[in-house]
């Protein structure tokens, strides 16, 4: 399983702004990539390139060496899932039928799922920790069971790469953390998983890759220790932080602390 | 600050063991109410559902100006079966079936011809007519709502009842007839979708939303050109036969109508009922629906063009019925849940029944038929208050 991409550029319409300007970067099994960078500079449509919503860009996409232009959605569904902000949805369904959607590409097209796929839907909900919630009304849970119950709903559809856009958005606080927890068991397991995210502290904590865009560029992309430094953050987010190491236990990691509480002066 | 990895600054160690860093996900914080939560029994729903749709096809068959007995509306519907299996010839024990079947099929005429006629010629081919238009309606009304996104859209969203509508008056402006009137309006309806979704296939954007704005702006076309229609009509009898068809009414309904509309409604309805799980996933909205390796145009075209169908050829032998495309669907969702697995077999027969009971109410509430149109309004519009009050209170 791998995913290339390479010299990706991207432009809505005829304008000449360049929303994505020659990314490049891969990503191989077991990586949990952080995709950092502030708001509107393409981290949402370079997904959307990579999941095939967009198709005119420049550059190539590769999924395990086919170009995914050449691919239609069901078969870039088997490959890869999208798991999105958890919303408030319209029609409120039951966390179980929510779960079993992603059992689509399975279920014969004029047909309904079966007992089997009943049972792996509940499996994935038991390995997530969801499945008391199974009759529930999808938009009666919490946001952080609802964005658990989205990625059951991209492990059922068996997909080994997973993209995320924002898995901690509307989360509490702690929330975002069980969650993130989840995320990294499943990069352990084997899967692929790119994920935006606007804290750097995540990176730090879950990731072992993580890209910085800017502008539509990658302007850094290594381990998050690695990459992720004041310097950086400064220019990207236009604040000061500091970067502190800390151990607890046999655990170290490092953490991101704002600076004059982060925009530098108090007036 | 410059090279922060160089920066150690170990903390020391806090007293105690320190606690698991890693978290289980049974901590996310539930209500308790919505744990393990028991399915409702929507079988047993879908059997009061069916029983009392089928007690309003009866009451459908005694209730009106010509009373018939129970009995005799009975006796009346199984008298051709009854004739049939009388008139076969069975060559070795046909007498002893004959004589064995006699107590149960009404072989003798216990009716006149006239009660025989007002439940075969008039209130057969209406209650047929009733029960296919509701069960089209709602049904439409049901996949339209899930592929908008939008509980609060009608079958007519894309333009279908203005389409038929300025059909249906264009046929009575050139005195066609009957047939014709029908056949005008299904095609209006047709025309009018047909435009609405080539003009949508040219917008830029959010694809539903294209539509919609489509579907307004093709609508409000032909209101349009049926007001003209109007205005230009003779007043003495074209205007009032336009009025009273585009109020809605199934008085006229006949057996060819019901032959019509039923073949092309059961085509329609068939591949919404096939496709209902994918119409779950097309409820999430495009990006998602794809995601999950649906192909969003080629389904919402089959949903569009089979909604279409059902709703012009529901509009053409009955004219604009409002509120059952949009109340039903509600009532559907309440009672059996969101999911379209069990949403459209009960909008079939939930339509169906409720039309025919707002139809038995427009042939026996006053001494003229109340068109239906203005019914179901009446009906529609104080249920869906509440249904709107109810939801407001809920999120």
């Given amino acids: 399983m791998s995913l290339e991409i390479s010299h990706l550029s991207f432009a809505y319409g005829r304008r000449t702004r360049l929303v994505l300007d020659d990314v490049s970067f891969s990503v191989k099994e077991g990586d949990l990539l952080a995709v950092l960078g502030p708001n509107g500079v393409g ?17 190539s996409i590769r999924l395990n060496g086919l170009d995914i232009k050449t691919l239609d959605h069901k078969e870039i569904a088997k490959h890869v899932a999208y798991i999105p902000q958890s919303t408030h949805p319209v029609f409120n369904y039951t966390v179980l039928d929510v779960v079993l959607m992603g059992l689509t590409n399975q279920v014969r097209l004029l047909g309904t799922p079966n007992q089997d796929h009943i049972g792996e839907a509940y499996a994935a909900m038991e390995s997530l920790g969801i499945a008391h919630l199974r009759n529930a009304g999808y938009s009666e849970i919490s946001g952080g069971e609802r964005q658990l119950a989205l990625i059951a709903r991209a492990l059922v559809q068996k997909a080994k790469i997973l993209i995320m856009d924002e898995p901690t958005a509307n989360l509490d606080y702690g929330n975002q953390f069980r969650v993130m927890c989840r995320i990294s068991d499943l990069a352990r397991d084997g899967y692929i998983i790119i994920l935006s995210t606007h804290n750097p502290d995540h990176a730090f904590l879950y990731a072992n890759r993580t890209l910085m865009i800017y502008g539509g560029r990658v302007i850094a992309d290594g381990t998050p220790e690695g990459v992720l430094d004041a310097d950086l953050i400064r220019e990207v987010y236009g604040m000061d932080v500091h970067i502190e190491d800390y151990q607890y236990g046999s655990r170290r990691h490092k953490l991101c602390i704002p600076i004059d509480g982060g925009i530098g002066k108090h007036e | 600050m410059a090279d922060a990895g160089s920066t150690r600054s170990p903390h020391t160690e806090p007293a105690g063991t320190p606690p698991e860093v890693r978290l289980h996900t049974a901590d996310v914080t539930s209500t308790p109410s919505l744990s393990d939560r028991e399915v409702p029994d929507y079988r047993l729903r879908f059997i009061l559902l069916v029983l009392a749709a089928a007690s309003c096809v009866i009451v459908s068959f005694i209730v009106g100006r010509f009373s018939i007995g129970i009995s005799d509306a009975v006796l009346i519907l199984l008298s051709p079966i009854a004739h049939f299996v009388m008139s076969v010839d069975l060559p070795i024990l046909g007498d002893i079936i ?147 068809w585009l109020m809605g009414s199934l008085a006229g309904a006949t057996m060819e109508d019901v032959y019509f509309a039923g073949v ?41 063009l089979c909604a279409t169908l059902v709703t012009a050829v529901a509009v053409s032998i009955s004219g604009i019925i409002g509120w059952v495309g949009l109340v039903i669907p509600h009532f559907c969702r309440m009672i059996f849940g969101y999911d379209y697995r069990r949403v459209i077999p009960a909008a079939v027969i939930m339509g169906g029944g409720f039309l025919l009971l707002v139809d038995d109410f427009a042939r026996t509430i006053a001494t003229t038929e109340v068109p239906l149109g203005i019914l179901t309004s009446f009906v529609g519009a104080p249920i869906f208050a509440y249904l709107l009050m109810m939801g407001g209170r809920r999120s």
């Fill in chain 2, 264 to 304: 092309v409604i059961i085509i329609g309805l068939i591949p919404l009922y096939l496709l209902r799980w994918r119409m779950n996933v097309l409820t999430l909205g495009e990006d998602e629906a794809k995601s999950m390796g649906i192909n969003t145009h080629l389904l919402r075209l089959i949903v569009i």
């Fill in chain 1, 43 to 59: 981290k949402s449509t370079m997904f959307r390139c990579i999941l095939g919503f967009l198709r005119n860009y420049r550059g």
């Fill in chain 2, 98 to 244: 004959h004589i064995l079947l006699s107590p149960i099929l009404p072989v003798m005429e216990t009716w006149d011809d006239a009660m025989y006629s007002v439940v075969f010629n008039i209130r057969l081919p209406r209650i047929l007519a009733a029960f296919l238009v509701g069960a089209a309606l709602s049904t439409a009304g049901a996949a339209y709502q899930g592929m908008f996104q939008n509980p609060l859209v009608s079958p007519d969203i894309l333009g279908a009842s203005a389409g038929a509508g300025f059909g249906a008056a264009l046929a009575i402006y050139f005195y066609l007839g009957t047939g014709a009137i029908t056949i005008f309006a299904f095609a209006g309806g047709l025309v009018a979708v047909g435009t609405a979704y080539a003009v949508s296939r040219l917008t830029r954007g959010n694809p539903t939303l294209g539509m919609v704005l489509a579907g307004i702006l093709v609508g409000s076309l032909f209101s349009a050109s049926t007001s003209y229609i109007k205005l230009v009509a003779d007043t003495n009898d074209q205007l009032p036969a336009i009025t009273y």
